[in-house]
Nanobody, 116 residues
């Protein structure tokens, strides 16, 4: 069984920074990528950033230049450093693990609130 546990959310003023962390544990094989998504009430879950097993990164246009995703492949952890936060970054952030062997896994989510 695979588990993803996120941490690091909270309340921050606009312009501030937060760092989210996600630790994956269990029988993990064939990782394609790890990433972050966010969701606000009443809306779909939107992709934020991804890092592949090879270390390639991709970002949503809305966060490019402000967010940085990193991964420790030995520990199966992925972090999201969020700088210059804006109120529109508010939402529940979910960690995602995508594998060849058994598909997608999700964390429980961590709330990020950016006040104006």
């Amino acid at each position: 069984q695979v588990q993803l546990v996120e941490s690091g959310g909270g309340l921050v003023q606009a312009g501030g920074s937060l760092r989210l962390s996600c630790a994956a544990s269990g029988n993990i094989f064939g990782i394609i990528a790890m990433g972050w998504y966010r969701q606000v009430p009443g809306k779909q879950r939107d992709w934020v950033a991804t890092i592949t097993s090879g270390g390639s990164t991709n970002y949503a246009n809305s966060v490019k230049g402000r967010f940085t995703i990193t991964r420790d492949s030995a520990k199966n952890t992925v972090d999201l450093q969020m700088n210059s936060l804006k109120p529109e970054d508010t939402g529940v952030y979910y960690c995602n693990l995508n594998t060849y062997s058994s598909g997608n896994y999700w964390g429980q989510g961590t709330q990020v609130t950016v006040s104006s």
